[in-house]
């Protein structure tokens, strides 16, 4: 497995991690009324979306450079 193939593994395995984990925390909240994971939720649905973007960036950007 190339260097670009592992790195998109990860960063695609992180995305469903972070939005996931979010996911059962806006759940969590739901049931609970917990205001801390709220917070948690929100911010792992930020870091998913990030990650996402950086995603896309960094497949443009080994594309360009001629890596496939």
Not at 5 to 29: C, D, K, M, P, R
Not at 63 to 68: D, R, T, V
């Amino acid at each position: 497995m190339s260097l670009k193939a592992f790195h998109l593994v990860f960063v695609t395995a992180s995305v469903v991690l972070a939005l996931g984990f979010g996911a059962w925390g806006i759940e969590a909240y739901s049931s609970r009324g917990e205001e801390g994971t709220l917070v948690l939720a929100l911010l792992s649905l930020l870091f998913g979306a990030a990650l996402v973007v950086y995603g896309v960036r960094v497949r443009a950007k080994l594309k360009g450079m001629g890596i496939q």
